[in-house]
Structures are given as structure tokens and as C-alpha cells.
């Protein structure tokens, strides 16, 4: 399920449609090498996931790298969750106010109160079942959103030929050599490639595949990660490029900064059933929800549990531990981090600049990213590396984002050179392997041979609970897809309604597999 949502969200249908909208197929880049990451994962890699047998990635990195790294990792990480959640902030609100017409800035303090709001009254809604429920309704309303703007140029063949004939037709292949700030270029295809490659196959991604049944569940999941991510790319882009196609002057004439960025929702707007848009709100905001929601819950629950003893040890204080105090600290913390992450969203919409919200995501991820996501890439495929080798390839990637910075590099030679100098300082690492602690080749033999002994799932785990997920599930799908049937009673045109009718049917079908998938189970 969270596979399957990792690739429909705010981020899709914001950030990559501006992609789309300003350089056609060089989006497809993105989900390309994400699909070849899964097929990496699908033979073998997501089964090591699931055989590290842990709860949290976090595990994974103290196993690897020692306790020391892996408290550093969870702060840093608070940091960089709050940044991740402010930037998903601001892509909503900018998509609302293209839908509704809300200022950015009202938007964003509104939204963040309500996130504030729901995380302190309890929680983690966004994180259970519902993650299924929202890629579904996402990925109907993207292929119904694809389909209608294909008609508006007559099909796949009017489609082409329009590109073709087009003005747009040079920034709409996939690679386009020769512009001035080398955006969309072979050193860009590259850098992007980067980035998904350590989010995907390193320790963080891979806590995906940590509460699949065994490893062979973990592949089957890895595979419909690849399925359903190349089938995704050929329908989040259509709107976007169609977009660029017939309404640019529109867009321009919209005042945004950056048109490409807004082209999702303004096709949208033009297209989809009355009702439809504020449903497709919702759905992103659920979505975005479990980001913010993480960033957080998660990140109150850590500064209770770690940082608050910490910091009493070190003023030489008793910590409490009485319940109701540590309560108060914790969403007394939340707050904090609700008002940092607000004030992070405003910043990003008063400085994304012209290029875009998806350079603005890139350039954080080079610079900060990178040195976080290569040592947890790095580390699980390289073995014979001291524990201190996740140190150094953070250090020298955090030193050359500084130097690169500082040179006001672009973003993807900035990923290009932090690449390859964190890349460097790990293996050199590899020249110390002798000098390493018998404990610590120990304790690194016992890691990777765990990783790949299979899980057996009735003595390390017990009974499976499939059919009740199923089932569960499928009430859930099917209930969804009533109340979608229940748009039919709006004021909508019979073509209009066709498509309303479309969508539900497709929520309905899925909800009523899985209801059967568990029956059929609970046969069994």
C-alpha cells in the first residue's frame, strides 16, 4: 500500500507536472529509474528488507553503523522530515488555490492549524488503511484525467501530432541538450537518477517492505511497485503536457511565478466532473497528511524518548517520567514543530522561484539529502567498511553541498559532485577494514547473514491475518465507492456523469476483489 502511495501525491501532481508541463517526457526519467530500482528490489533486494527482521530503519542503521550514527541520523531526520512536510504543505496550497482560489499564504496557515489540530487529538488516521483508499481514488481520477485530455486533441495519434507540430516540440523530448541553465540535460537526467536511486534502495526506502509477510510477499510487492509506477507515468503526465499544448497563455496569464507548477489543477478545474476537484482536494490532503503527520507525531514521540532524557543528563537533572508531564512535553513539542513547519511552508512560497517547485525540492535534496540517503545506500550493499565509514561519506557530502553552494552550482552538478565525493570518502573506508575491532566484524557478520535468511513466517511471526486486512480493505473500497456514486447527484452534464459513473466502478471492482480475496482466504 505505501509503495503504491509513495507514488501518487502532492509531489506528482505539482512538482513532476511542472516537469511535465515545462519539458514533456524528461519527466519520465524519474519513474524510469524508479522502476528499475524496483526491478533491483522485485529480485531480490525488498526480500533483504523484509529478512532484517526490524520495525524502523533506524534498526537498520545502528546494526550497520553503530548507536552514535544512528542518534545523529534520528536528529538530523527530524529536521529533514519538517522540511519534507512543509514543502508538501506548500504544493497544496498552492493546488487549492488554483482549484478554490484561496490565497497561498491563508491556505498554508489553514492547513497547518488543521494538521496541528489532528495530530494532537490523536493522530495517526492518515497512516492506516486509508493510504490504499487515497492512491485509489488518485489513480482512478488520474487515468479519467488523462483520458479527458486526450480527447481534447483528439487521442493518443492527435496527441503526438500536436507535440509534434508544436512550438514545445524540442523541450518535450526526454533529453533537452543545449539550454542555457542546463536544466533537462544528460548532467540532469543524471543528478535526478541519483537522488532516486538512494531513496529507493537505501535503508529508508527499504522500510517499506518491513511489515510484509516474508520476503517473497516483499518481492511481489517490489513488482507491483514496478507495474503500477510505469503504468502511473504514462497518465500523471498527459494533463500537464496538454497543458503547455493549448493553454499557456492561460497559465501565464495567471500571475504565478512558475505556470507548470499549477498546470495539473488548472486542467482539472476545466475538466473533471462538478464536485470532482474538491474530492481530488481532499484525497491530497489526506495523502499529504501521513507526511506531515510523521513529521510531527513521530518526531515528538523521538524528542520525549531521546532528546528530553539528554538534555536533563546534561544539566545534570533527574528527567521525569511521570506520564502526564512527558504528554504535556510532547505536544507542547508538536506545536513547535507545527509552527516551524508552517514557517517553512511560507518561505518556500515567498522564494520558489521561476523555475519551479520541483528545483526547489531538488536543490534541498542535493544539498541535504544526498549526504543523508548515500551513506544508508552505500552501506547496505558495500560490506567490508568500519562502522565509521557512514560518518565519513556524510561529512565529505555535507562539506562538498557547502563548497558547491557556496559556488552557486546548479543542482544537478551539485548532486553529481557530492556523488561522487561522498562515494570516495566511503570506499576509502574500506582500507581500515583490517584495522577493525573482531567485535565489530562480528557484530557486521551477523547483520548481513540475517539479511539473507529467510523468514519463516509461522515460527518467527505466527498466524496471518491476510483475510482480515482483505476484507477490511475491501469494506473500506467498497463504502468509498458509493460515496463517489453519490456525485451522480450533482448537476453534471451525461458525459460528465459517464465519468462519474467510471470512477466509481473502478473503486467498486478493486473493493469487491479484495472483498473476495478474503473470502476466498478465509476458506482456506
Given at each position: 500500500m505505501s509503495l503504491l502511495m509513495s507514488g501518487i501525491s502532492t509531489q506528482t501532481f505539482i512538482a513532476n507536472a511542472g516537469v511535465a508541463y515545462n519539458a514533456g517526457f524528461s519527466v519520465w526519467w524519474i519513474y524510469i529509474v524508479n522502476a528499475l530500482c524496483g526491478l533491483v528490489l522485485a529480485l531480490g533486494v525488498a526480500a533483504w528488507y523484509r529478512q532484517a527482521r526490524v520495525t524502523t530503519f533506524a534498526e537498520i542503521v545502528r546494526d550497520r553503523f553503530g548507536p552514535s550514527f544512528q542518534q545523529f541520523f534520528t536528529y538530523y531526520n527530524i529536521i529533514w522530515l519538517v522540511i519534507g512536510g512543509s514543502i508538501g504543505l506548500y504544493m497544496l496550497a498552492l493546488f487549492a488555490n488554483t482549484a478554490f482560489g484561496f490565497p497561498v499564504q491563508f491556505t498554508i496557515v489553514g492547513l497547518g492549524v488543521i494538521v496541528l489540530f489532528y495530530t494532537l487529538t490523536g493522530g495517526n488516521w492518515a497512516v492506516l488503511a486509508a493510504d490504499f483508499l487515497q492512491s485509489l481514488v488518485l489513480f482512478s481520477m488520474a487515468a479519467l484525467m488523462a483520458i479527458l485530455c486526450l480527447q481534447e486533441l483528439g487521442g493518443i495519434g492527435g496527441f503526438l501530432e500536436t507535440i509534434r507540430t508544436s512550438a514545445a516540440a524540442a523541450d518535450f523530448r526526454m533529453i533537452t541538450p543545449g539550454r542555457e541553465d542546463g536544466l533537462y540535460g544528460i548532467e540532469w537526467l543524471i543528478g535526478v537518477g541519483i537522488i532516486q536511486v538512494y531513496a529507493a534502495l537505501g535503508m529508508q526506502g527499504g522500510q517499506r517492505f518491513f511489515s510484509c509477510k516474508d520476503g517473497r510477499e516483499a518481492q511481489k510487492a517490489a513488482w507491483l511497485y514496478v507495474v503500477v509506477g510505469l503504468i502511473g507515468m504514462t497518465l500523471y503526465f498527459i494533463p500537464p503536457m496538454v497543458?503547455?499544448?493549448?493553454?499557456?497563455?492561460?497559465?501565464?496569464?495567471?500571475?504565478?511565478?512558475?505556470?507548470?507548477?499549477?498546470?495539473?489543477?488548472?486542467?482539472?478545474?476545466?475538466?473533471?466532473?462538478?464536485?470532482?476537484?474538491?474530492?481530488?482536494?481532499?484525497?491530497?490532503?489526506?495523502?499529504?497528511?501521513?507526511?506531515?503527520?510523521?513529521?510531527?507525531?513521530?518526531?515528538?514521540?523521538?524528542?520525549?524518548?531521546?532528546?528530553?532524557?539528554?538534555?536533563?543528563?546534561?544539566?545534570?537533572?533527574?528527567?521525569r517520567t511521570d506520564h502526564k508531564f512527558l504528554l504535556a512535553i510532547g505536544r507542547l513539542f508538536t506545536v513547535v514543530l507545527g509552527i516551524g513547519l508552517v514557517c517553512c511552508a511560507l518561505y518556500f512560497a515567498s522564494n520558489a522561484g521561476e523555475k519551479g517547485i520541483f528545483e526547489l525540492t531538488f536543490r534541498i535534496n542535493a544539498i541535504f539529502g544526498i549526504p543523508l540517503l548515500m551513506p544508508l545506500f552505500l552501506g547496505y550493499f558495500i560490506r567490508k567498511t568500519p562502522l565509521w565509514s557512514g560518518w565519513a561519506c556524510l561529512g565529505a557530502g555535507l562539506m562538498a553541498s557547502v563548497i558547491c553552494t557556496i559556488a552557486d552550482m546548479p543542482s544537478?552538478?551539485?548532486?553529481?559532485?557530492?556523488?561522487?565525493?561522498?562515494?570516495?570518502?566511503?570506499?576509502?573506508?574500506?582500507?581500515?577494514?583490517?584495522?577493525?575491532?573482531?567485535?565489530?566484524?562480528?557484530?557486521?557478520?551477523?547483520?548481513?547473514?540475517?539479511?539473507?535468511?529467510?523468514?519463516?513466517?509461522?515460527?518467527?511471526?505466527?498466524?496471518?491475518?491476510?483475510?482480515?486486512?482483505?476484507?477490511?480493505?475491501?469494506?473500506?473500497?467498497?463504502?468509498?465507492?458509493?460515496?463517489?456514486?453519490?456525485?451522480?447527484?450533482?448537476?453534471?452534464?451525461?458525459?460528465?456523469?459517464?465519468?462519474?459513473?467510471?470512477?466509481?466502478?473502478?473503486?467498486?471492482?478493486?473493493?469487491?476483489v479484495l472483498f473476495g480475496l478474503s473470502k476466498r482466504k478465509e476458506q482456506h
Open positions: 497543458a503547455r499544448l493549448t493553454a499557456s497563455a492561460e497559465l501565464a496569464a495567471m500571475g504565478v511565478p512558475s505556470p507548470g507548477d499549477i498546470s495539473y489543477a488548472f486542467m482539472a478545474l476545466k475538466l473533471l466532473p462538478f464536485g470532482f476537484v474538491p474530492l481530488m482536494v481532499v484525497a491530497m490532503f489526506s495523502a499529504q497528511m501521513s507526511t506531515m503527520d510523521t513529521a510531527l507525531n513521530a518526531n515528538a514521540a523521538l524528542f520525549v524518548k531521546n532528546a528530553y532524557p539528554a538534555l536533563m543528563r546534561l544539566a545534570k537533572k533527574e528527567p544537478f552538478r551539485l548532486a553529481l559532485i557530492n556523488s561522487g565525493v561522498g562515494l570516495a570518502a566511503f570506499l576509502s573506508t574500506r582500507l581500515f577494514w583490517n584495522r577493525v575491532p573482531e567485535s565489530t566484524h562480528t557484530q557486521l557478520t551477523k547483520f548481513f547473514t540475517r539479511l539473507h535468511t529467510p523468514v519463516n513466517f509461522d515460527e518467527e511471526v505466527g498466524e496471518a491475518n491476510d483475510a482480515q486486512q482483505l476484507k477490511l480493505i475491501g469494506i473500506l473500497a467498497l463504502a468509498l465507492g458509493g460515496f463517489i456514486a453519490l456525485f451522480l447527484l450533482l448537476p453534471n452534464v451525461a458525459s460528465a456523469r459517464l465519468n462519474i459513473v467510471c470512477v466509481s466502478g473502478a473503486v467498486l471492482l478493486v473493493g469487491a
